[in-house]
């Protein structure tokens, strides 16, 4: 993962700025992009899961990702993170990212997509 394209949740999160309509268009495709990016454990993707709490720009090129973690003692914070660079700045959709780990509200069950509940049961999973 290249540093200069992903910052991690040591670094300074940039304050949500007001969104333009060209930047919720951004984000909105930043979030396509995020499906991509599949939890290594449970082999869904983020957004389906319910990782995902917000999603904004800065400056138009720097996309910020607010999300979570089945669990917080995940060990593998890193393949996600480079995953997400590969998506979202490998897609050319924007040029920083900085994913931002947070805690609350805690991630339940509850927050899985219809669609996130339907790969979930087709891998023998009740939900």
């Given at each position: 993962?290249?540093?200069?394209?992903?910052?991690?949740?040591?670094?300074?999160?940039?304050?949500?700025p007001?969104?333009?309509?060209?930047?919720?268009?951004?984000?909105?495709?930043?979030?396509?992009?995020?499906?991509?990016?599949?939890?290594?454990?449970?082999?869904?993707?983020?957004?389906?899961l319910?990782?995902?709490?917000?999603?904004?720009?800065?400056?138009?090129t720097?996309?910020?990702?607010?999300?979570?973690?089945?669990?917080?003692?995940?060990?593998?914070?890193?393949?996600?993170?480079?995953?997400?660079?590969?998506?979202?700045?490998?897609?050319?959709?924007?040029?920083k990212?900085?994913?931002?780990?947070?805690?609350?509200?805690?991630?339940?069950?509850?927050?899985?997509?219809?669609?996130?509940?339907?790969?979930?049961?087709?891998?023998?999973?009740?939900?």
């Amino acid at each position: 993962m290249s540093e200069e394209n992903v910052t991690e949740e040591k670094d300074p999160v940039p304050p949500k700025p007001e969104q333009t309509e060209a930047d919720l268009a951004k984000a909105s495709d930043v979030e396509e992009y995020m499906r991509d990016v599949i939890d290594p454990e449970l082999g869904i993707n983020v957004v389906d899961l319910g990782l995902v709490y917000d999603i904004y720009m800065v400056d138009g090129t720097h996309a910020v990702v607010n999300m979570t973690l089945t669990s917080p003692a995940c060990p593998l914070t890193d393949v996600i993170e480079e995953q997400a660079e590969q998506a979202v700045v490998g897609s050319g959709t924007a040029e920083k990212l900085t994913l931002n780990w947070v805690w609350m509200p805690a991630w339940g069950p509850h927050m899985i997509t219809e669609d996130g509940r339907d790969q979930l049961r087709a891998l023998g999973f009740s939900v």
